[in-house]
T-cell receptor, first 113, second 112 residues
Framework: DTAVSQTPKYLVTQMGNDKSIKCEQNLGHDTMYWYKQDSKKFLKIMFSYNNKELIINETVPNRFSPKSPDKAHLNLHINSLELGDSAVYFC????????????FGEGSWLTVV | AQSVTQLDSHVSVSEGTPVLLRCNYSSSYSPSLFWYVQHPNKGLQLLLKYTSAATLVKGINGFEAEFKKSETSFHLTKPSAHMSDAAEYFCVVAGGSYIPTFGRGTSLIVHP
């Protein structure tokens, strides 16, 4: 069974569109994350939720809105997509305590044309 | 505050020779340190982690890392590189606030 699964894996869309990426974890973790990986492989945290509550909200455009319907799911909705949003987006989860391993999904490759 | 620096953006080795990927960190707390590997078009997989137990940590696929507090380092090593080790490697530090901070990654190239 996949521990952290995200869909879709590949997404090509036009500028101005709205799209969502879904993420689910079956590990029983209470904390979930979204990371963005740019073309130079740099991973930057975007959001973190603990028990459905937002705890980290880094400086990202407000076109990006995370939604956590329950602690096993953290979806990422992006409005008015721009060319610069093209990247790989990784969902991850962990238990909240420092030192716990973060488990990553396989990534969602977003290309905005 | 915390930060992590991976000292080499690329490391190139021949198959069968040792691997050394360098990582220095800073943290206001007793850190937890991780190494992750990312193969092309894949997610990140945990190689090993240090959480204030033994300073020499053994991971998967023959990798190990040594926590050196005096040098604020957590270098990743492997005695003999294999072609399948070619990938991107990330050093991660997590501290009291538990905002995991990633290094910029080191691309390991393995030549036949």
């Amino acid at each position: 069974d996949t521990a952290v699964s995200q869909t879709p894996k590949y997404l090509v869309t036009q500028m101005g569109n709205d799209k969502s990426i879904k993420c689910e974890q079956n590990l029983g973790h209470d904390t979930m994350y979204w990371y963005k990986q740019d073309s130079k492989k740099f991973l930057k945290i975007m959001f973190s939720y603990n028990n459905k509550e937002l705890i980290i909200n880094e400086t990202v455009p407000n076109r990006f809105s995370p939604k956590s319907p329950d602690k096993a799911h953290l979806n990422l909705h992006i409005n008015s997509l721009e060319l610069g949003d093209s990247a790989v987006y990784f969902c991850a989860s962990s238990q909240a305590q420092a030192g716990n391993t973060i488990y990553f999904g396989e990534g969602s490759w977003l290309t905005v044309v | 505050a915390q930060s992590v620096t991976q000292l080499d953006s690329h490391v190139s080795v021949s198959e069968g020779t040792p691997v050394l990927l360098r990582c220095n960190y800073s943290s206001s707390y007793s850190p937890s340190l991780f190494w992750y590997v990312q193969h092309p078009n894949k997610g990140l997989q945990l190689l090993l982690k240090y959480t204030s137990a033994a300073t020499l940590v053994k991971g998967i696929n023959g990798f190990e890392a040594e926590f050196k507090k005096s040098e604020t380092s957590f270098h990743l090593t492997k005695p003999s590189a294999h072609m399948s080790d070619a990938a991107e490697y990330f050093c991660v530090v997590a501290g009291g606030s538990y905002i995991p901070t990633f290094g910029r990654g080191t691309s390991l190239i393995v030549h036949p």
